[in-house]
């Protein structure tokens, strides 16, 4: 479970009462296809014939240019956690932070699903007693390319969220 009980308005669209502009909804969304993207490989080489995970990833960016819908981004979501769920270990984890970030599209929380789900894949695919260091590089290489205009916002929303993570925001 990565969606916290209360939410953030910071983190709900405009058009749904809260705070998210669309720029910045979009800006979410892209990166948090950037961080499953990064590890999609973990998956694409044990799955290589199952396209869900990419597919996910490129919805979404396909959702940020207006060219999908939102509820055909999401689908691809729950197809790429399809893929995952058969799978154990750093494949999984690749697999759901892939569902994770199409699912931005609809919740715009979920980009921290798509971060920790990255995270716990490379920990996973790690040497032994090398996942720890290897989950904080991945944690600081999301943040280096986390936008300007959501910086703070997800920093701060990892503090927030960091238990239901699993911890992996850890510094």
Known sequence: MILPAVRD???????RGGLLTDDDHRSLALWA?????????LFETVAPSDSRPREAI??????TRGELAMMATRALGGHAM????PLSGAERFAAYAAGQAACVAHVPEHDLGAAAYAIKAVRAAAPAGA???????????QRERLPNSVRELVLED???RNSICWSVFDD
């Open 9 to 15: 308005s910071r983190l709900v669209t405009v058009r």
């Open 33 to 41: 296809a950037e961080c499953a993207e990064h590890v999609l490989h």
């Open 58 to 63: 490129e919805g979404i960016r396909e959702w």
């Open 82 to 85: 399809g893929a995952a769920r």
């Open 131 to 141: 996942e720890t260091n290897t989950g904080r590089e991945e944690l600081r290489w």
């Open 158 to 160: 990892q503090q927030r």
